[in-house]
C-alpha cells in the first residue's frame, strides 16, 4: 500500500533567513539586492530539499511539499482584498492573489531542483500538494458571509492552477483541501437551508473540478466528520481524517464511499504529541490522576527540550500501526483504501528526527502489512 503524509515537519535551522528565502521573488529588491536575495533563496530551498528528500528517504511514497510555515497564514498573505483589524481579518474588495504570489513557495523550489531530488533518492519525483480550503481560511474572519467562501475559493482556484505540474523529472500526482476547522463547533452559516451551506458546497466543488482537470487525485484532509456536507462533494476522491474519527468506524462510511465512488486514506498513527505522552504514562494505571498525568507531560516536554528524555520513548510501534491498518482494510477492503499515512501536526513534534522516525514506521506498517 502506498504512503504519503499530510506535510508539516519540525524546523531546524534559521528561521528568519528561512522566511526571508519564502516570501515572494520582488523583482526589485532582486535587483537592488542581489546577494541578499540569492543567499536568502539558496537557504530556503535547501530546507525544503532537504525536507522533501528526508521524507522521501524515510519511505513515503508521495510526500507532501514541507510544510514548515503556518498553513494558514502562509495562503493569506498571498491575497489582496483582505485586512487585519483588532477582532481579525475583515474582507475590503475583491480577493485576490498578489502578483508572483500564486505559486507556492515551497513547490516552486522542489521544482527548481527536481533533477537534484531524483538524483540523491533515486526515483522520480512524485508531489502531494495541499492548499488550505476556504471554510479554514474563513474562519479566521472577523465577519463571514456565505459569498466569503466563494470569494476565497477562487482565490485558491489561482493558487492550484499555478502549482500543478508535471516534467521529465516528474510532478504533482495528489492534491489535497485542507480544512481542519469543519465540523469542529456549530456555525449558524452551515446549518441546513442555509446560503452559506450551499455556497461552501460549491466554492469546494468549483476548487476540486480546477484540480481534477489537471489530472491529478483529488482529497480531503478533515479533522472532524461530524457534519457530513462534505459527502456531497462530487470531485473528491480520497477522505482522510483522524486516528480515533468515526470515519473510520461508521457502518453507514462503506456504503458511502461506494455509492459515491470515493477512497479513504488509513490513517494509522497518532501525532497529537501530548497525547502520545500521556498514552505512555497511563498506561498499566487503573484509575488514571489526571493531575499527576498532566504534571507528567510536562515534565517530558522539560526532559525533551534538555536532551535527557528520548522523543522515540513515546511514538506508538510499527505494530499498532498495522494493526490500526489491517482493521480498515477489513472493514472497507484494499480496493477502498489505496493509502496510509500520520495524522497531521509533525509541526509540533519535538525534534525533527523523531518526526522522520514516524514516517519511517508508517512506512514500514504499510508496505510490509
Known amino acids: 500500500m502506498e504512503t504519503y503524509d499530510v506535510g508539516s515537519l519540525p524546523f531546524t535551522g534559521d528561521w528568519e533567513r528561512f522566511l526571508g528565502g519564502a516570501k515572494p521573488t520582488d523583482q526589485l529588491l532582486s535587483l537592488l539586492y542581489p546577494s541578499k536575495f540569492e543567499e536568502e533563496q539558496g537557504y530556503f530551498d535547501e530546507k525544503v530539499v532537504e525536507g522533501f528528500t528526508h521524507k522521501v528517504q ?19 498573505d498571498a ?27 515551497e513547490v516552486s523550489a522542489l521544482r527548481r531542483h527536481a533533477k537534484e531530488i531524483v538524483e540523491k533518492t533515486g526515483a522520480p519525483l512524485r508531489l502531494k500538494v ?16 456565505a459569498e466569503t467562501f466563494g ?46 451551506r450551499e455556497s461552501l458546497l460549491h466554492a469546494w466543488e468549483h476548487v476540486l473540478e480546477v484540480m481534477k482537470a489537471k489530472n491529478v487525485h483529488t482529497g480531503f484532509h478533515l479533522h472532524s466528520t461530524r457534519d457530513e456536507l462534505f459527502w456531497d462533494v462530487r470531485p473528491v476522491e480520497i477522505l482522510e481524517s483522524h486516528v480515533e ?3 473510520y468506524e461508521s ?20 501525532t497529537d504529541f501530548d497525547a502520545l505522552i500521556r498514552k505512555r504514562f497511563a498506561q498499566g494505571v487503573e484509575r488514571v490522576d489526571e493531575s499527576v498525568l498532566s504534571e ?11 536532551g535527557i528524555v528520548n522523543p522515540l520513548e513515546f511514538l506508538e510501534d510499527i505494530e499498532q500501526m498495522r494493526r490500526r491498518l489491517r482493521a480498515i482494510v ?3 477492503g484494499e480496493e477502498r483504501v489505496p493509502y496510509a499515512g500520520p495524522e497531521c501536526a509533525l509541526r509540533s513534534f519535538p525534534t525533527y528526527q523523531s518526526a522522520l522516525e514516524l514516517l519511517r514506521r508508517v512506512s514500514q506498517a504499510a508496505h510490509f502489512l
Request: charged share 30%; net charge neutral.
Open 330 to 332: 477489513s472493514r472497507f
Open 245 to 247: 474519527d468515526p470515519l
Open 130 to 145: 495541499c492548499v488550505t480550503g476556504p471554510y479554514t481560511l474563513a474562519a479566521t474572519f472577523a465577519e463571514r458571509r
Open 251 to 270: 457502518p453507514k462510511a462503506k456504503e458511502r464511499l461506494e455509492r459515491t465512488d470515493k477512497f479513504i486514506k488509513a490513517s494509522i498513527t497518532v
Open 58 to 76: 524515510a519511505g513515503i511514497d508521495i510526500p507532501n511539499y514541507p510544510q514548515f510555515r503556518d498553513m494558514n497564514q502562509m495562503f493569506l
Open 79 to 105: 491575497l489582496t482584498g483582505i485586512e487585519k483589524t483588532p477582532k481579525g481579518l475583515v474582507e475590503t474588495g475583491r480577493i485576490v492573489v498578489r502578483p508572483q504570489a500564486a505559486e507556492i513557495s
Open 151 to 196: 470569494n476565497l475559493a477562487e482565490a485558491m482556484v489561482k493558487v492550484v492552477e499555478a502549482n500543478v505540474f508535471k516534467g521529465k523529472y516528474g510532478g504533482v500526482e495528489l492534491v489535497f483541501v485542507d480544512e481542519p476547522t469543519f465540523g469542529l463547533f456549530d456555525d449558524p452559516l452551515l446549518d441546513f437551508g442555509q446560503e452559506g
Open 296 to 306: 507528567k507531560v510536562g515534565e517530558a516536554w522539560n526532559g525533551m527540550r534538555k
